[in-house]
């Protein structure tokens, strides 16, 4: 496969699995902020940002306007909605010989009905706007699953959609666990990740913070979990170098791009349940760095003409 087709299939993981997680979290903030009148707007907006990365001027307050102008509605920027279901769309472009053509013109419609959509959130509010999004992410990675050949093609879209997976629900534990002042309640953070009625289904009931980090990070069923998340990349890098005929390194370690993954997705199968409660800054920050560390490997062996599209925020 030319290394052009597969950064443009990786990179179409990772949008749209950004833009699908970044409306379940704003989705599930503003519900919070109706549902409780009396909360703290500038905080919780602040902590949007700071999930995603993004630092709003200490100066001047901050409102849901300016969160879904940044955060949704700007097209310039790949952290944005916007921004990643257009990048989505380009990437798609890029790689149209292996893309499949229900999966384009669902990427293409979605591109198109954005500002429609846009235009209603204005008037009504973003609710219908983020479902959109979600639906949206769901029936293409559905398409991807049914329409693709289980090659390396389909291989870089699902290891794009893994690293951005783990990366997120990082980022959100992390401001849960860092910023306690302005971080949402363990709820919000559940729904935020898709997880709250399948936390309710295993615990039965309300957890506290351990549990609830446990699941988020160390459930094996659950889809959206990061030990799931990162079993899954595994695979998808193990074929790839596999096919490539890459194989093991010296002294049979394993490929550069599985070292950082492989590493986090061991030291999470037998994690002590204490770091849960001691130690989970210093693991959500390793982990953020796994995904950067093996995002930078992917590039340099199999797109080694040029580097791997960033957050525009940080260099992830």
Do not use: K
Request: proline content about 4%; hydrophobic content about 40%.
């Amino acid at each position: 496969m030319l290394s052009r087709i597969a950064e443009s299939l990786f990179w179409v993981g990772r949008y749209v699995e950004r833009a699908d997680d970044t409306s379940r979290i704003l989705d599930a903030y503003l519900h919070r902020l109706l549902e409780d009148p009396w909360s703290d707007e500038d905080a919780a907006c602040r902590s949007l940002h700071a999930i995603l990365g993004v630092t709003p001027d200490p100066e001047f307050s901050c409102d849901i306007d300016q969160v879904l102008e940044h955060l949704a509605f700007d097209r310039t920027s790949g952290g944005s909605i916007d921004g990643a279901i257009g990048a989505a769309r380009e990437s798609a472009r890029r790689a149209r010989e292996v893309v499949s053509t229900e999966m384009w013109e669902c990427l293409n419609s979605t591109w198109h009905s954005l500002a429609e959509h846009r235009a209603a959130a204005l008037r009504t509010g973003p609710h219908s706007y983020l479902g959109l999004v979600r639906r949206r992410a769901a029936l293409f990675f559905g398409l991807a699953d049914s329409t693709m050949n289980r090659d390396d093609g389909w291989r870089f879209v699902v290891l794009g959609r893994s690293l951005e997976r783990v990366d997120m629900t990082a980022r959100l534990l992390a401001v849960r666990v860092l910023a306690a002042v302005h971080a949402p309640d363990w709820p919000t953070l559940l729904n935020a990740s898709g997880a709250d009625e399948s936390f309710l289904r295993a615990h039965r009931g309300a957890g506290d913070s351990a549990s609830v980090a446990g699941f988020l990070l160390l459930n094996r069923d659950f889809p959206r979990s990061v030990l799931h998340a990162l079993a899954t990349a595994e695979e998808c890098l193990a074929a790839l170098a596999d096919h490539g005929g890459r194989g093991r390194g010296p002294y049979g370690r394993p490929d550069a791009t599985l070292l950082p993954i492989g590493r986090m997705r061991t030291r999470l199968e037998y994690l002590d349940p204490e770091v849960l409660r001691s130690g989970l800054p210093g693991l959500l920050r390793d982990l953020q760095e796994a995904c950067t560390e093996s995002a930078a490997a992917v590039a340099a062996q199999y797109f080694p003409y040029d580097g791997p599209v960033s957050w525009s925020q940080e260099g992830v």
